[in-house]
């Protein structure tokens, strides 16, 4: 999609008179990048509006919330249970450090649940204190577009408001895709995940991603029995290889069951639970099944190809480098774009939008070098290129500096889990060009790495 780069100045120059609009800025979608591009523009004086769902924890077509995915059904409740499930495992080499506890250590799951909708909560009032003090308009409804430079807000009582907004963004995020098999409805996503009233005694996840990976070891992490299954030969395509390879070895040790290169193909719902047949014929019964499947953008009740935003085959929104749709006054930006669907990279969006609308300064999101973490028990985190890419990409010869060593923790807690470290590097310049951890505190650990190597940060 080329197409020369137009500010507010020169859009301007191609009209006689300059209309008038209800707003400089209407965003449809208050997650992490729609409320991060409010603000900013706002910041840049522009008059903003952003619509946004009623809050629920598990979302649908017309429950949402203020924050988003990450805040409300994402990274934030997810690391609670992932500090929660990780105390499990603390609690047991607590006692070859000389803590006397009882044979059976109770675990609460209710209280858990409780005390991460009181934070996600606290937290949607956070975000929608930002928008008021940067002056935001916030209209809770169901947002679509129904022209270029209009858009159409349905309340929760279904009265229908329409605006008009010289520049219109697009930022609603992804939703969680189920796979198209008999029974599929058995199963759950993460957003129910994140809420279940009752703790799996035995659950299944379906997925090699993130948030397979997560979910079990969380669910492990808290007593359940678990059973992986994924349809490669390692969990987290596209990661380091033997990153992938530590991973799993991890997981297997921390008692997770796991099934590659498998495929679930039937749930039936039973007396004892779910019945889970997969393409090997295996038949188990589980409490739960989690589909990790992956996402899809959230793009379907928007109205974008009748005013002729283009979409691409799994509904993202198609943009230029700037964010900037084939419509010249729509705008997208964070997963429903499906370029890098992470937290810090819709927020870098979100920036960029607002530098180059209204703060004359028109700015390109940049994708390099973005780190990333995966909440197992231990985690991974990288920042750069895996070895395979190096290899792929580099022009020369490229060094490799492994690490593997046991804690020095659980040298006396007896934890047969070792930590991995890697370095990817260029042999003629010395640049290093990826690294990897998979250990205790690794995304912190890397995060102080990425810090020191890059001279701009994506701050609040």
């Not at 803590?99 to 675990?107: I, R, S, T």
């Not at 005013?307 to 729509?330: C, F, M, Q």
């Not at 999101?365 to 995966?374: E, F, I, L």
């Amino acid at each position: 999609m080329a197409r020369k780069m137009l500010v507010d100045e020169e859009m301007n120059q191609t009209n006689q008179e300059e209309a008038y609009y209800d707003f400089d800025l209407f965003v449809i979608g208050a997650g992490s990048g729609g409320v991060r591009a409010a603000r900013f523009s706002a910041n840049y004086g522009a008059k903003v509006g952003i619509c946004e769902l009623p809050f629920h924890p598990i979302s649908s077509e017309v429950i949402g919330g203020v924050g988003g995915t990450c805040v409300i059904r994402g990274c934030v409740p997810k690391k609670i249970l992932v500090y929660g499930a990780a105390f499990g495992s603390e609690l047991e080499d607590a006692r070859n450090y000389g803590w006397e506890l009882n044979e059976k250590l109770d675990f609460n799951w209710k209280k858990l649940l409780h005390k991460k909708t009181d934070e996600i909560i606290r937290l949607n009032g956070i975000y929608k204190r930002l928008l008021s003090n940067a002056g935001v308009k916030l209209f809770e409804g169901e947002g679509k577009i129904v022209g270029p430079n209009e858009v159409e807000v349905t309340q929760l009582d279904g009265t229908k408001l329409s605006y008009s907004a010289k520049h219109i963004l697009i930022a609603t995020g992804s939703r969680a895709h189920r796979p198209p098999i008999p029974g599929q409805g058995l199963g759950i996503t993460s957003d129910e995940a994140l809420s279940l009233e009752d703790l799996p005694k035995h659950a299944v996840v379906f997925g090699g991603g993130y948030i397979a990976v997560e979910f079990a070891s969380i669910w492990r992490g808290l007593g359940a029995n678990v059973d992986l299954f994924f349809r490669k030969e390692l969990p987290l395509r596209g990661f380091d290889d033997e990153m992938r390879a530590v991973v799993a070895r991890n997981l297997e040790g921390r008692g997770i069951n796991l099934h590659p290169q498998t495929n679930l193909t039937e749930l039936i719902k039973t007396d004892n639970g779910i019945k889970v047949t997969t393409d090997h014929g295996e038949e188990l019964i589980a409490d739960v099944v989690l589909f990790a499947t992956g996402r899809l953008p959230n793009s379907k009740r928007l109205n974008l190809e009748a005013v002729g935003v283009e979409l691409d085959n799994t509904g993202a929104v198609k943009v230029d480098e700037y964010s900037r749709t084939s419509i010249p006054s729509i705008w997208a930006v964070g997963d429903v774009t499906n370029r890098m669907n992470l937290t810090p990279v819709a927020l870098m969006e979100g920036t960029c939008f607002a530098k180059t609308v209204f703060g004359k300064e028109p700015s390109k999101p940049d994708y390099s070098h973005v780190p990333c973490a995966v909440f197992s028990i231990p985690p991974l985190s990288v920042v750069g290129l895996s070895e395979e890419q190096a290899i792929e990409q580099a022009n020369g010869d490229v060094l490799v500096f492994t690490s593997t060593f046991n804690p020095m923790k659980n040298t006396v807690s007896g934890r047969q889990e070792k930590t991995v470290m890697k370095l990817v590097v260029d042999a003629e310049t010395d640049k290093v060009l990826g690294a990897s951890m998979c250990g205790p505190d690794a995304p912190e650990i890397m995060q102080v790495l990425w810090h020191c190597c890059c001279t701009e940060v994506w701050s609040d």
